[in-house]
């Protein structure tokens, strides 16, 4: 019996809905500031990376797979991805809990965003809600562990949840690429590095990758491209199959299995023209996503994602990075060409 045929992505992991609250300044506990705006958006890994990856292609098939509650929130996810005609046969609406939400608190004065977190059905998300024969896309992004209870748990035989999944994945034919959640309490090494032989592309930020690397503080000066090597050569030594890419402001550096490499520098956003820092970490992986199925050269990949994340921080609502608005966004906002 033959395969079957392959194509699209899979986007897997936390699904989140989001209230923003912009206040006046985060006061001191205890203490009260102004509420100015209110808005609620859908969030989580799986859900921005779909989202990005149908506004970059909509004749891309994707298909989602997670755990949501059976209630309003969970509706209104599975209408977003209804209406982009995303496969939702693997998103789980589950009438015994709450979908996943966060209230966001957003300081006017430096618009950094403080997260209270319920994880609703995410911490439900196990292997057995994985079906790679029904689920026919050609790539897996599992994201975000470490947010996941079921896959951050414990197995017996490939030692955690998701490293099983990744396991099924590449059995199945699928390429995959994982990315974590920033927990400065996390074990990283015990708790990330028994799924990275089963990952393709490791696609994480620059604290991150010091976290596994068992460095749990890093300064700017730090984050130099000898330094980021040195995080990307340790990953691959640990299983990562084709690449690791680490992401930063000022950059993002690609080393593959072979011991090649790309650095390319960020944009160069001003600050007061920054609407958001939320998501750009997806959009960038996302964009670099896409890139590689495209079999873009390696610069491209890094210079696309950053292109993605920039527009996200700029929260513009231009439909396509493809094309005209990528190259206006590099000539705008480079310092200079890729190294």
Known sequence: MSS??????????????EHLHTVSHYPSEGEHAIISTQVKSLGGCAYNVIRHLHDLDPDLFLYAIGIIGDDDDGHEILNDLHRRDIDTFQLHARPEVATAHAEIVISSENRR?????????????????????????????????????????????????????????????????????????????????????YVDFLIINAIEAARCCGIQKISDEDLIQQRLSFFAERLLTQGVQQGVV??????????????????????????????????????????????????????????????????????????????????????????????
């Open 246 to 339: 680490i992401h930063f402001p000022e950059g993002a550096l690609a080393m593959t299995k072979d011991g090649s490499a790309a650095f390319v520098p960020g944009l160069k956003l001003p600050r007061e023209q920054i609407r958001s820092f939320s998501g750009a970490g997806d959009a960038f992986a996302a964009a670099f996503i896409y890139a590689t199925l495209q079999d873009w050269p390696w610069e491209k990949r890094l210079q696309f994602g950053h292109c993605a994340a920039g527009q996200k921080l700029l929260n513009e609502r231009k439909p396509l990075l493809v094309g005209e608005r990528n190259l206006e966004l590099q000539e705008k906002f480079s310092s200079k060409e890729p190294t």
């Open 4 to 17: 079957p045929t392959r194509a699209g992505v899979a986007c897997a992991g936390h699904w989140i809905v």
């Open 113 to 197: 965003r403080t997260s209270f977190y319920s994880p609703g059905g995410n911490r439900l998300l196990t292997p057995d809600h994985f079906d790679f024969s029904h689920c026919l896309a050609g790539w897996l992004h599992l994201g975000s562990l470490l947010m996941l209870d079921g896959l951050d748990a414990p197995d017996s035989e490939f030692g955690t949840g998701a490293a099983r999944v990744l396991h099924l994945a590449k059995e199945a034919g699928l390429v995959t690429s994982l990315d974590l959640i920033t927990d400065e309490k996390a074990d990283y090494q015990a708790m990330i590095f028994p799924a990275l032989p």
